[in-house]
């Protein structure tokens, strides 16, 4: 059983375990296989002690949409709660640590959010039909650049479609 939808987030921190600071998602409906929506949100990072960071996710960003932490996760949450009222599942790649904590984080900020399963974990999904679930996999030209918060939630959302 599918759900009519898969909102597939990819979230980007200051680090591994660092805050998050710059999200993309892509809503793709699980009958047409077509993606039905996106956005890209981001807010100032406090600061980036992560040299990988700065140096592969900061510059294929663009600006900031949001002044705040905060803000950004009410704005989430709002688009969330839209996708789920219309039968979307919520699926990210490796979801811990980066999306789970913003995740987590985020239920603190706005309870509307809650709730958030079930949380479906692409990797897993991969790993249960025989593959690798953490192998790098070839982009398609609408999945560039890498580290783009919204690219990789359409690259995440196309290795989950191919495994269903």
């Not at 002690?49 to 803000?71: G, Y």
């Amino acid at each position: 059983m599918l759900p009519d939808y898969f909102f597939v987030l990819d979230v980007e921190s200051t680090a591994l375990h660092g805050v998050p600071f710059a999200m993309g998602w892509v809503v793709v409906d699980t009958k047409t296989r077509v993606e039905i929506a996106h956005r890209y949100m981001s807010c100032l990072p406090v600061q980036v002690p992560d040299t990988w960071v700065v140096e592969n996710v900061i510059p294929v960003l663009p600006p900031h949409t949001h002044l705040s932490f905060k803000a950004l996760v009410m704005d989430f949450a709002t688009e969330w709660v839209q996708w789920r009222a219309n039968g979307a599942w919520l699926a990210t790649d490796v979801a811990w640590p980066v999306e789970a904590k913003f995740l987590l984080q985020a239920v603190e900020i706005d309870r509307r959010i809650v709730p958030v399963y079930p949380l479906i974990d692409i990797a897993s999904v991969r790993l249960a039909k025989g593959l690798d679930p953490c192998a790098s996999y070839a982009r398609e030209s609408n999945e560039l650049p890498a580290h783009h918060p919204v690219a990789d939630a359409r690259q995440s959302a196309r290795l989950l479609l191919e495994v269903l």
